[in-house]
């Protein structure tokens, strides 16, 4: 069972789907009346489907240590930046920081060093924060199979791979050193992590590399794919778009507002049943127009650097070179922190963008995931009002 043979078809043989050819209709050039259209039958499907709900999430950065060569991210191996890998104890507090602003769904993020970030660190991590954090996700290098099912043993149930970009020369062209190379490796992840029993898998393009339309098509085909052959998962698409970051990488195909509310509507008209979500890339105005449209996911708050939300990991800030920590010359200031992977464009706090969805009649969610749902881990004795309380609390 392999996406990529079908993947070929579609990418290099013109191949089409009945849905995929709906799809491709849906991206061509559209007036404003026309676009209006779209965004009304987005909205109307996502109410249909998903109510006035708007899950919150906030990512958690572990490490912007980085084997690979990434033109476009910050994190890339040979940027001089700002280097840290957070302790356990370190991402425990960077999470209960989250917990007291409300949030029980956080993404743990990685760059992809096995120096660093190895021998367990990952599990012990998500070990740590399961108890008081119920829906962990992960967006780290890809695994194998094995890999990944300790993972979701230790309690993680939810994998976010974006293959970055779906057009195989322009990979090729901004991945020039590392494992991420691996085109067909990276592309066959979601898969991966299926078998290991992840519930929970969310695949995305970062709008800005390649045509947005190609993009888009291509993603579409991924999705439809896992939806038939991983069906027992629930799934999310994103469409990051390019930030500024170390490195100054400037978007060689910019997807524009209007190209990108194309994209959100012909997702929920294709997908209707699938989770969109939208980050902190985004501009506040532009999250507030596209809140009650289609997205059911967002973060909030973001940081993307380690430590971000509590200043851990500061007194421990390098250079990496050729895999070899560097020290600093000059001891970094006291407000010095660890690069982040990107600029993020809305920095509201999590209860202004939580007012904000209230104001717009859509009803915040911090938490809809609870391991008790499959009575997991679970003692005997916890009872049903037990139950009732935590999701009272919520």
Known sequence: MSFVSDFNRVDRDGWRTPLLRRFESLLAPRSPVELERLARDAAALTRKHFGRTMRLFAPVYLS????????????????????VTLSV??????????AAQGFRHVLLVAGEHPKFVS?????????AIRDFIPTVA??????????????????AEGLV???????????????????????????????????????RLGVGALLGLSDWRGELLR?????????????????????????PAAGGFQPRHPAGDTDFVQAICALRLCFPQTGIVLSTRESPALRDALFPLGV??????????????????RDDLHLTVRGRRIELDETPSPEATATGQFDIADDRPPE???????????????????????????PAELSLARLDEEIQAC
């Open 64 to 83: 912007n240590e980085c084997v690979n060569n990434c033109a476009y991210c910050g994190f890339s191996r040979d940027n001089p930046i700002l280097r």
């Open 161 to 199: 791979v974006y293959q970055e970009t779906y057009d195989r020369d322009a990979y090729a062209a901004y991945h020039t050193a590392g494992p991420k190379r691996d085109f067909d490796w990276r592309l066959e992840c979601p898969e991966r992590g299926y078998a290991a029993g992840f519930r």
């Open 119 to 127: 021998d367990g660190y990952l599990e012990e991590c998500i070990a």
């Open 352 to 378: 202004a963008v939580a007012a904000r969805l209230r104001q717009l009649g859509l009803d915040p969610v911090w938490k809809d995931w609870d391991p008790a749902i499959l009575g997991a881990g679970l």
């Open 219 to 243: 993603l579409a085909a991924h999705l439809e794919w896992l939806q038939r052959h991983c069906w027992k998962a629930a799934f999310t698409v994103s469409l990051p778009r390019l930030r």
């Open 296 to 313: 059911t996911t967002i973060s909030a708050g973001s940081h993307t650097e380690p430590g971000g939300y509590t200043g851990e990991g």
């Open 138 to 155: 992960i967006e780290v290098g890809p695994m194998e199979t094995a890999e990944y099912r300790r993972l979701v043993e230790a309690g």
């Open 89 to 98: 104890g370190q991402v425990v507090r960077e999470a209960r920081h989250l």
